[in-house]
């Protein structure tokens, strides 16, 4: 049984995402303040957090932070009523895996629980090895290794970022709509109705173009993205 830990203060969201987990076969502890949350975060042996930011006694990217500094890997999903993009970026610069703004349907989060499962499962397995290499321009991506360099500088990615980029080093110059995108990075077949995949490639973006870099991310209006060259 998969082990998931809930961080989340407030009473009914954690019953309603308790039920719904426990109904899909999960094992759900649950830390209803920071400094708890991030003590059973560092004892247990947990497939995955889920981490509310506006929690007592430590907020969730404070959280998240040391648990980064202990444990690179578990998938961590905020969830947050502060949807705007500084906010979902700030998250992400802790080392969040991927978020998800409140109010949300259960099915949401299950999709984003599902996912999150598979992507860890995959990559702590052998198959995960690969001798690819993508090169486009001054931008290299090693699959093997999954380390990124721009101009010999190693870009570090959350793992939803280097999912995206990859897609994009195996896609370079098609056009890429947001439900591809959706699809291959997140597992998800449908419109969510936000916007999460314009503020992922906003904030890769700004990674890669760190170090005066030319956009290499290109906006396609009305279609999606393409890794291309700007005009």
Do not use: H
């Not at 009473?11 to 991030?38: C, H, N």
């Not at 098609?174 to 490639?201: A, H, K, P």
């Amino acid at each position: 049984m998969r082990k998931i830990l809930l961080v989340e203060d407030d009473s009914r969201v954690s019953a309603f995402i308790i039920k719904g987990l426990k109904e899909e076969g999960y094992d759900v502890a649950l830390a209803m303040d920071g400094k708890m949350g991030l003590q059973m975060a560092l004892q247990g042996n947990y497939d995955l957090i889920i981490l509310d930011i506006m929690i007592p006694e430590m907020n969730g990217i404070e959280v998240c932070k040391e648990i980064r500094k202990q444990d690179a890997t578990v998938p961590v999903l905020f969830l947050t009523a502060l949807g705007s993009t500084e906010n979902v970026v700030m998250g992400l610069d802790s080392g969040a895996d991927d978020y998800l703004s409140k109010p949300f349907k259960f099915i949401e989060l299950l999709a984003r629980v599902r996912t999150l499962m598979r992507r860890s499962s995959y990559s702590s397995g052998s198959e995960s090895k690969s001798e690819n290499t993508y090169r486009f321009g001054d931008l290299e991506l090693d699959d093997d290794t999954k380390t990124v360099t721009r101009d010999g500088m190693t870009i570090s990615l959350t793992s939803t970022e280097y999912r995206l980029l990859l897609m994009f080093m195996k896609n370079q110059r098609r056009v890429l709509s947001r439900i591809d995108i959706l699809e291959e990075v997140w597992g998800i077949d449908f419109d969510m109705g936000t916007n999460v995949v314009d503020v992922y490639v906003n904030y890769l973006r700004k990674k890669l173009e760190k170090y005066n870099g030319s956009r290499l991310i290109q906006t396609v209006i009305g279609m999606g993205y393409v890794l291309k060259e700007a005009e």
